[in-house]
Structure formats: structure tokens, C-alpha cells
């Protein structure tokens, strides 16, 4: 055991001193990092569409079904009839929906009397996808109170109150209602990409070219150390871009981080291996610089940011695109970590999430030391 750790520790210090000497590779995994901050943290804006919204129907009466029937007929907007605002809640933080609509119980009574109301919640982590939601609760709304004043007889005299009808709304999870809170964590995903995977897989590939394994690998050393020296000077320059990113979101753009420091972090490290893990099976089987950095490009930074929810909504996408995101393990970091930020600890979510990154970090270390294995032989 004083042996594996004796060769351990000279190996990270080896890698640790290469990593230094080389500036590219700082440049990487520092200066890169910081440059994808402030262009994305100040230069994006997005706008989305889709809106699942849960309506809450307190009072039962034909008044009120008529009164939300706008959003039942809407193509904008999918309702989801539910019976209580603690059920309509628990969906909500779950992102399974993106709106509650709330008719209370005394709607009809209020709507005789001129003076009634509905009140609208909205999930602000996306606040584009926020506004746009609460556009078309109101105008489906209003629809429904301009069919009520088109009609005969009754409905005549019914228009006028039907046509005071007041949306209350309000923002769930993104109070400051910018897309910058949407943006700015999700940029720790790309972060712990580019350090890890990209990183990994470029410097690796050039020891293979330059004959350096090769090298070590007639010495006394064992794999699992070659492996393990490689993995922990990139997983601290990662830990270095996570701490570039916490310190960006909370005193550049004022980010909230409503989940726990521990769980943010974790959660992290977790991606991080599997990151590092992926460049390095990618580097064992190109074994070239150029290629290396080709396959890492395609197979990791760029999904990363185009199909795991950074940019676009996957429920927006066609199903075989949804499908390919929902493979890659980004898509889950992403969604856990602006969960974190903007919702807080909803457990449930986060053990589902750091369940599937544990699986990946498990098979992708198991697959590098396999194909290490092989270059041995």
C-alpha cells in the first residue's frame, strides 16, 4: 500500500508540474473559463415557448370551467387539471410543469360581484419562457371573457363583470425575472465539460503522440495509478473553474443559490469524474491530438451546450433529438444544477439525478482502465 501511494503521489507531482509548464493548457482550463462567463453571463438572452400549466379549479361550478376554457382550447398552452394547490406545488418544483392557474373557490360569487380574481404562478428559472407563459395564461383569459360577452341574452348582461376578471401573478424561482439566473449555472456544466472532457482528451492524446505512456508504461507502474495521476490535476483545475463560476454568479450577476453549498458542490465533483473519465477513454482510443480534440468537440462540448437544456428547452425538440439528450450526462448535471441554484434542495430530483452521474462516473472509469489495459498488451 506504501508503494501505490509512494508511486501515486510522484506521478500527480509529475503531472501537476507538465500541467504548469504548459500554458496552452491553463489557458484551457483558466482563461477559457472566464472568457465563457462573461459572454454568456452578459451577451445571451433567450426566448422559449412550450408552457405545460397546471389550473387549480377551487371553485367547480360551470362559471369557472367556462372561465378557464381559453387555456383548454389554447395551442400554446397544455393544461393540467388538478384538484389542490399542494399537488399543483410539488409539480411545479419538479419542473413537470412551468405555471399554476388558481381559481379560488369564491370565483363566482367575485365574478357577479365585477370584481373577480385568478392567480397565476410562474416558474421563473427560465425567464423568457416565463413571460411568455404568463402572456398566454392572460390572453387565453381574456378570450374566454370576450366569448362570455359575444353571446345573447344573459351572457350580455354578464359581460361586464366577466370582462374584470384580474390575473394575479407571480414569479416562482426567478424573482429578478432575467435570464442571466437562467444562464450563469448551467455555465458550470460547460465549464466542467471543457476542463474535463476537452481538456483531458487533449493533453492525453499528446503523451500518447509524443510517446510519454509508452514510457511509463514499461516502469513498475500500474495503470490504476497512471489513470488516477491523470484524473486529479484536471479534477482540481476543474474545482478551480467551479469556484471561478459560484464567485461569478454571486458578485458579478448577483445569482441567488437557494440550494445548499454542499449539494452544489458535490453534485460537481461528481461531473467532473465522469468529465475527466470520458476524455480519457477518448484520448486512449485516438491516441492523436488532432482527433482527439475533433471527437472530444463533437461528443462532449458541443451537445453540451446545444441538447442538455442549456440553450433549449428539450421538451421543444423533436423526440429523437429529446432521446439522444436525454443520453448524455450533462443533461441531468444541468438540470440538477439550476435546480440547486434557483429552486433549493428538492431531494427527490437531486438523488435521482446524482444517481444516474454516479452510474456514469462507474462505467466510464471502468471502460478507460479497460482500454488502458489494452494498450499494454
Known amino acids: 500500500m506504501s508503494g501505490f501511494v509512494t508511486r501515486l503521489v510522484s506521478l500527480t507531482r509529475k503531472e501537476f508540474r507538465q500541467l504548469l509548464r504548459d500554458r496552452s493548457n491553463l489557458a484551457i482550463g483558466i482563461l477559457l473559463p472566464m472568457v465563457l462567463i462573461l459572454i454568456f453571463g452578459y451577451g445571451m438572452s433567450l426566448d422559449v415557448k412550450n408552457a405545460p400549466v397546471a ?16 387555456l383548454q382550447l389554447s395551442p400554446t398552452i397544455a393544461p393540467v387539471l388538478l384538484g389542490s394547490m399542494h399537488d399543483a406545488e410539488t409539480l411545479m418544483r419538479e419542473r413537470k410543469v412551468d405555471g399554476i392557474v388558481r381559481v379560488p373557490a369564491d370565483f363566482s360569487r367575485a365574478l357577479a360581484a365585477g370584481n373577480a380574481r385568478v392567480q ?84 492525453m492524446a499528446r503523451e500518447w503522440e509524443r510517446g510519454t505512456l509508452e514510457a511509463l508504461f514499461v516502469t513498475p507502474v500500474r495503470p490504476v495509478e497512471i489513470l488516477l495521476a491523470k484524473i486529479i490535476p484536471y479534477f482540481a483545475v476543474g474545482m478551480l473553474g467551479l469556484a471561478l463560476c459560484l464567485l461569478a454568479a454571486r458578485f458579478l450577476f448577483a445569482v441567488p443559490m437557494v440550494g445548499s453549498l454542499f449539494a452544489v458542490v ?84 437531486i438523488w435521482r439525478n446524482c444517481a444516474v452521474l454516479v452510474a456514469y462516473a462507474v462505467g466510464l472509469l471502468l471502460l478507460a482502465r479497460v482500454v488502458t489495459r489494452k494498450s499494454l498488451d
Open 266 to 349: 458535490l453534485s460537481s465533483m461528481l461531473y467532473l469524474i465522469v468529465a475527466v473519465s470520458l476524455g480519457l477513454v477518448i484520448s486512449s482510443v485516438t491516441r492523436n491530438q488532432f482527433l482527439a480534440s475533433q471527437v472530444a468537440l463533437i461528443a462532449t462540448f458541443m451537445p453540451s451546450m446545444m441538447l442538455s437544456g442549456f440553450l433549449f428547452d428539450l421538451r421543444n425538440v423533436p423526440t429523437a433529438v429529446r432521446v439522444i439528450g436525454h443520453v448524455l450526462p450533462a443533461t441531468y448535471f444541468m438540470d440538477l444544477i439550476k435546480t440547486l441554484f434557483l429552486a433549493g434542495d428538492v431531494w427527490p430530483l
Open 120 to 203: 397565476l404562478i410562474v416558474h421563473g428559472a427560465d425567464a423568457g419562457r416565463a413571460t411568455i407563459i404568463q402572456a398566454y395564461v392572460s390572453g387565453a383569459l381574456a378570450q374566454s371573457a370576450l366569448r362570455q360577452a359575444d353571446r345573447g341574452g344573459a351572457a350580455g348582461a354578464a359581460a361586464p363583470s366577466a370582462g374584470r376578471v384580474t390575473v394575479e401573478q407571480r414569479m416562482w424561482f426567478n424573482a429578478a425575472n432575467t435570464s442571466t439566473w437562467y444562464l450563469v449555472p448551467g455555465l458550470i456544466v460547460l465549464i466542467m465539460t471543457l476542463i474535463g472532457a476537452f481538456l483531458t482528451a487533449l493533453v
Open 55 to 70: 389550473v387549480v379549479l377551487e371553485d367547480s361550478s360551470p362559471t369557472a370551467h367556462e372561465a378557464i376554457a381559453g
